[in-house]
Structure formats: structure tokens, C-alpha cells
């Protein structure tokens, strides 16, 4: 078994702020997420938690403030830090005409990194989706869907930090099983994540855990 170190990194939030129809969302956020850490954001539906997770991407630019990569305003960085990142929206943003399979590759194509069918098809098999990769994505169920997007989770070991817009809708026990594990595994060899989440699930202890309250 391979197993796989990161570089040392910190995720820095800066002073953020959002601000979105001309009404404010959050203000003066700012923590530090850094080796094997999970950063939890909650808060009420409209308190601007997607907005941020979109900010940490680099997909949107802060009203105030910075998000910065080992010191290093995102902004700046681009595809330097796009591959060292995984973002999950809340959407499955799967394009219907390919399969489960194929959307797979592709999407670790765009991230950089070459994906072979035969590790797809296990990926998508951890994550219960076994006899449905060539199955068009069109024909698959919201939770058969979002567990194809979540693969990508267990084919890309290069990803430093992962943030994930609501990763446990739609998934069932099992499914919830495998994530979690996904996840705990990442922080064990020393990666980042940043979620929000609805749903009370067992996620790292508390010592790993940073929670952001909106």
C-alpha cells in the first residue's frame, strides 16, 4: 500500500467579507486551516456558507479581504493552486451525455491528472455504484449522481484541500460510511478539508475540527 505525505500548507482567510444584492453576508472572517484540519462552516440557509465556499475556490472574489495559499492571495496563484484543490458544489455538475465512468476521467482530466477507466470503475465501485459506470448520467438518481461526483474523491491523491458544499445530501448509509472514510483518511496523511454540512454525522474528532460559524 502506498501511502501518501502532503507538504506542509495553511488555508489563511483574511478579513473576508461578502456581500451579495447589495446586502452583507459575513464580515471580518478570519482563521487559519492547516495540516490534517477540517474546517466546518454552518450557519442559517442565505448566511452566505456556499458564497464562502465559492471565495475559498478562488470561483468568486471577496467584497473585502483575502484568501490566501501558504501566504499567497489565491487570486494570484490560479492553476497553481486549482491542483491542489478538489471543489465539490452543491451540485453534482455532471454532463448528462457522458456516463458515470466517463465524467469521472474527465473530471480528473481538468484537474490535471490522468485517470485510467480501470481506476474509475473501482472508485465508482467503493462507492456503490458497481455494474452502473457506463450508465449515462442523465438515467442516474440524485444519490447515484452525487456519488459519482464525490469519486473523484478517491482517484485524485494529489489534492491537498478539499471543499465540499453539502457532501452528504442525497447519500445513504453506506454512502455516508464511505465519505466519512474518504475523509478521515485525507486528514490522516495530512490533508485539509472544508465542509458544510446539514446532517449530523460523525466527522473527525474535535482536536481536527475547526468550526465556522456564519
Not at 10 to 27: F, I, N, T
Request: proline share 1%.
Amino acid at each position: 500500500m502506498r501511502i501518501l505525505c502532503y507538504f506542509n500548507a495553511v488555508l489563511e482567510l483574511h478579513s473576508l467579507a461578502c456581500v451579495r444584492g447589495g446586502r452583507s453576508l459575513y464580515k471580518d472572517v478570519s482563521l487559519n486551516v492547516a495540516d490534517s484540519q477540517l474546517l466546518r462552516v454552518t450557519g442559517k440557509n442565505g448566511a452566505g456558507k456556499t458564497s464562502l465556499l465559492r471565495t475559498l475556490c478562488g470561483l468568486m472574489a471577496p467584497a473585502a479581504g483575502q484568501v490566501r495559499w501558504n501566504g499567497v492571495d489565491v487570486q494570484r496563484l490560479r492553476d497553481e493552486f486549482n491542483r491542489q484543490l478538489i471543489y465539490v458544489g452543491h451540485a453534482a455538475a455532471l454532463k448528462d451525455e457522458l456516463s458515470a465512468s466517463e465524467n469521472l476521467v474527465a473530471a480528473a482530466q481538468l484537474s490535471g491528472h490522468a485517470v485510467s477507466a480501470e481506476v474509475a470503475k473501482a472508485a465508482l465501485a467503493q462507492a456503490g455504484l458497481s455494474g452502473r459506470e457506463r450508465v449515462l448520467a442523465r438515467n442516474l438518481s440524485q444519490g447515484q449522481r452525487r456519488r459519482v461526483a464525490l469519486a473523484r474523491l478517491a482517484v485524485n491523491n494529489f489534492a491537498k484541500l478539499w471543499i465540499l458544499d453539502e457532501p452528504f445530501n442525497a447519500l445513504d448509509t453506506s454512502a455516508t460510511e464511505w465519505l466519512l472514510g474518504l475523509i478521515n483518511n485525507h486528514l490522516a496523511r495530512g490533508g485539509m478539508v472544508v465542509l458544510t454540512s446539514h446532517q449530523t454525522v460523525a466527522l473527525p474528532e474535535s482536536n481536527l475540527q475547526v468550526v465556522l460559524a456564519l
